[in-house]
């Protein structure tokens, strides 16, 4: 069975940067698309980023294009989002996901979620 653990998720100022980590075990990690997303309250998940298995291709929300960066170390079974430049808006519990591609993935097909981890943008 997959499992999906994130860390890193904490408060951070307007202007700093932020990682947060996926660590995955249960599978071949590294044939799988991996990608990010987020849960405002009172609103539906959506997409962030994701990257294909080789990690050759990489895809952002238009929200956060320029200043999250999506990456992936296949040898250490683990996800990366760096996020530069964070904003108010960007306040929010972040979800990493894997799926069999990632074209599908970015549009919701997604095969195991992570349990979360909350980031706080303060002013």
């Known amino acids: 069975q997959v499992q999906l653990v994130e860390s890193g998720g904490e408060l951070v100022q ?14 071949t990690f590294s044939r799988y698309a991996m990608g990010w997303f987020r849960h ?3 609103k539906e998940r959506e997409f962030v980023a994701a990257i294909s298995w080789t990690g050759g291709s990489t895809y952002y929300a238009d929200s956060v294009k320029g200043r999250f960066t999506i990456s992936r170390d296949n040898a250490k079974n683990t996800v990366y989002l760096q996020m530069n430049s964070p904003k ?7 979800y990493c996901a894997t799926g069999s591609n ?3 993935l970015r549009v919701g097909y997604v095969e195991v979620w992570g349990q979360g981890t909350l980031v706080t943008v303060s002013s």
Request: overall charge negative; charged content about 20%; some cysteine.
């Open 40 to 42: 405002f309250p009172g």
């Open 102 to 104: 990632s074209d599908l």
């Open 14 to 27: 307007v202007g700093g940067s932020l990682r947060l980590s996926c660590a995955a075990s249960g599978r």
């Open 88 to 94: 108010p808006e960007d306040t929010a519990v972040y």
